[in-house]
């Protein structure tokens, strides 16, 4: 399956996972999601391709949002890129937990 493919899967998994959760800055759907959020979602699943742990790829993605310039920030905002989840990944919430380990799981069944 191509990578697009499997990354628009596991974006709107995690959208699921967001309104389940009722997160307040919910990503919007693929087809309407900025090209810098496609881009991470493709960069994630090249991530899981490679075999890593959930924690190897919550720290992949924390490497990339902060070489764009994201800081940790109490909410997410992509103007002032801000985002709670730039921590450890042993600080993350338990629901933000779920959305690695199922972002990975998908990629191994897809990719």
Avoid at 1 to 25: F, G, K, Y
Avoid at 43 to 69: F, I, M, N, P, Y
């Amino acid at each position: 399956m191509p990578v697009d493919w499997v990354a628009r899967i596991c974006h709107e998994a995690n959208r699921a996972i967001q309104s389940l959760t009722e997160d307040p800055a919910p990503s919007p759907h693929w087809d309407e999601a900025p090209q810098w959020q496609r881009d991470s979602a493709i960069e994630g699943v090249e991530a899981a391709k490679q075999g890593v742990t959930d924690e190897e790829l919550h720290e992949a993605w924390c490497e990339s949002k902060r070489a764009d310039g994201w800081t940790y920030g109490p909410t997410k905002d992509a103007d002032a890129k801000t985002h709670p989840c730039l921590v450890p990944y042993d600080e993350l919430p338990v629901e933000q937990r779920a959305k690695d380990a199922l972002f990975r799981a998908i990629v191994e069944t897809l990719a």
